[in-house]
DNA sequence: ATAAACCTGACTAAAATAGTCAAGTATCTT
DNA sequence: AAGATACTTGACTATTTTAGTCAGGTTTAT
């Protein structure tokens, strides 16, 4: 089990947008450049961050993007579920009548990683932009 | 990002099997007929686990696994381990003196993933198979 | 002897990942 | 009006991972 790049980037290209929001839209090349991402793929990516209007973009010369609300209001779970990469622990969910497995009954492991997902989540919910944006200038000091 | 089958497979064949495990070694044909899961494919999963002593093989007729250790002391950390389904986070670890991305220091959110890996371990190493398995007595009830 | 069970390694189809590429459209500056 | 900058969209693709299957063993109880 591993973590996708696509919602890495997303929260590495938020972080570097927020450091630079107040003053003007930053330009995805600009990122693209400062965090060694594929312009390509960043394009994407705030497409997805677009349309769940957590950033908003200003087209022509000097445009760029902004984010949609302070930095504080947003979370990790709102850019990862943006980017389509929330932590899926089971895939029989989508078949709760049915149970687990084709079994009419819930997996004996079930509870588990429901229990996981829960747990993974609140370190997601809890986690705002703005909390990594302070963390990147304390290390700095 | 989801959890992987073998992961859970491993999980739930280990407390299937913890639940006999007093009695009479576990044939793999058994947990594969109560669970649902390909023979072959447990017979790789159950290599592994053998091959990490979280269980022993008892050859020849009337044969299967037992646990190595008492349910209490296999820890699902220890059982994700052996079947090389841990969580990373980061690719970027195995180069951490070269740091991130190519870059010559740590990503914006280094740190971040860093955090979430330990976050998420904490749980696998606080459960232990005997939880499971008691978990599952107590909704039987 | 034979059947039950473990053991091993190679193989593969399908899905997901991590991008690239091409062809736009909008807006600012001059 | 022209040109440059930057967003926008959708299709395409190579690589890797996943989730197994398959074939051919070996070991041991009865």
Not at 79 to 100: F, H, N, R, S
Not at 108 to 129: G, R, Y
Request: hydrophobic residues 35%; positive net charge; proline residues 1%.
């Amino acid at each position: 089990m591993k973590l996708s790049s696509k919602g890495r980037y997303a929260v590495m290209a938020l972080v570097d947008l927020a450091r630079f929001n107040e003053i003007n839209p930053v330009s995805l090349r600009d990122i693209s450049l400062r965090q060694g991402i594929s312009l390509d793929y960043l394009e994407q990516i705030f497409s997805k961050l677009r349309k769940n209007e957590i950033v908003q973009s200003v087209r022509g010369t000097q445009g760029g993007y902004v984010l949609n609300k302070k930095a504080r209001e947003i979370k990790l779970t709102n850019i990862l579920d943006a980017v389509d990469e929330k932590v899926k622990t089971v895939q029989c969910k989508k078949e709760l009548k049915k149970g687990c497995n084709g079994k009419p009954t819930k997996c004996l492991t079930h509870n588990l990683w429901d229990e996981l997902e829960t747990h993974i989540n609140n370190f997601f919910d809890k986690k705002s932009l703005e909390d990594l944006v302070q963390d990147n200038l304390d290390r700095r000091v």
